[in-house]
T-cell receptor, first 114, second 115 residues
Framework: ETGVTQTPRHLVMGMTNKKSLKCEQH?????MYWYKQSAKKPLELMFV???????ENNSVPSRFSPECPNSSHLFLHLHTLQPEDSALYLC?????????????FGEGSRLTVL | AQSVTQLDSQVPVFEEAPVELRCNYS??????LFWYVQYPNQGLQLLLKYLSGSTLVKGINGFEAEFNKSQTSFHLRKPSVHISDTAEYFCAVRGYGGSQGNLIFGKGTKLSVKP
């Protein structure tokens, strides 16, 4: 496998469920990101990890909990979500976090909260 | 902080016609600029980027963009589009250093190419 892989591609969950989204990058990058893509809204940066350390949390509700066990893997743990959390969640990685670093995106995980 | 405005949410165009997708940005610091494309049910893919140097940047699939600092614009152009160019296009800006180094996206422009 190459690039950035996200699983599952589709997820339907109830408001009381606990689930996780997984992201894996095979590019040797040092930084990983979670973005939320909702209809008619710009992509929202949720979390940034650089060298496995969380360097940014953009006021994301605590019902979203990221985890970066190593530089190749990134998780987004979900619990007690709301219907408005339904969206496409995109993972990305980059070789450097600084300016000019291009982001490489996965295909996304489409989340539906009932 | 930076912000990006994509002036058109949807652009319909006929095949083989030229197209321009508009992007304006605001920033208190110098920036790097990007265009990404998202095909249906896929993630985002980089089309081109401006970091420095020539203001006319050429990317994949025959697209190009021109950085205009005085007008704070980075419009995307293609002289002749194909059906396969139907997708959503995102302009993004990244400032220099620290938290300004995060990529900020516009709302996207949906390009629809008709036969």
């Amino acid at each position: 496998e190459t690039g950035v892989t996200q699983t599952p591609r589709h997820l339907v969950m109830g408001m009381t469920n606990k689930k996780s989204l997984k992201c894996e990058q095979h590019l040797g990058h040092n930084a990983m990101y979670w973005y939320k893509q909702s209809a008619k809204k710009p992509l929202e940066l949720m979390f940034v990890y650089s060298l496995e350390e969380r360097v940014e949390n953009n006021s994301v509700p605590s019902r979203f909990s990221p985890e970066c066990p190593n530089s190749s893997h990134l998780f987004l743990h979900l619990h007690t979500l709301q219907p408005e959390d339904s969206a496409l969640y995109l993972c990305a990685s980059s070789p450097i976090r600084g300016p000019g670093g291009e982001l490489f995106f996965g295909e996304g995980s489409r989340l539906t909260v009932l | 902080a930076q912000s990006v405005t994509q002036l058109d949410s949807q652009v319909p165009v006929f095949e083989e016609a030229p197209v321009e997708l508009r992007c304006n940005y605001s920033s208190s610091v110098s920036v790097y600029l990007f265009w990404y494309v998202q095909y249906p049910n896929q993630g985002l893919q980089l089309l081109l980027k401006y970091l420095s140097g020539s203001t006319l940047v050429k990317g994949i699939n025959g697209f190009e963009a021109e950085f205009n600092k005085s007008q704070t614009s980075f419009h995307l152009r293609k002289p002749s589009v194909h059906i396969s160019d139907t997708a959503e296009y995102f302009c993004a800006v990244r400032g220099y250093g620290g938290s300004q180094g995060n990529l900020i996206f516009g709302k996207g422009t949906k390009l629809s190419v008709k036969p």
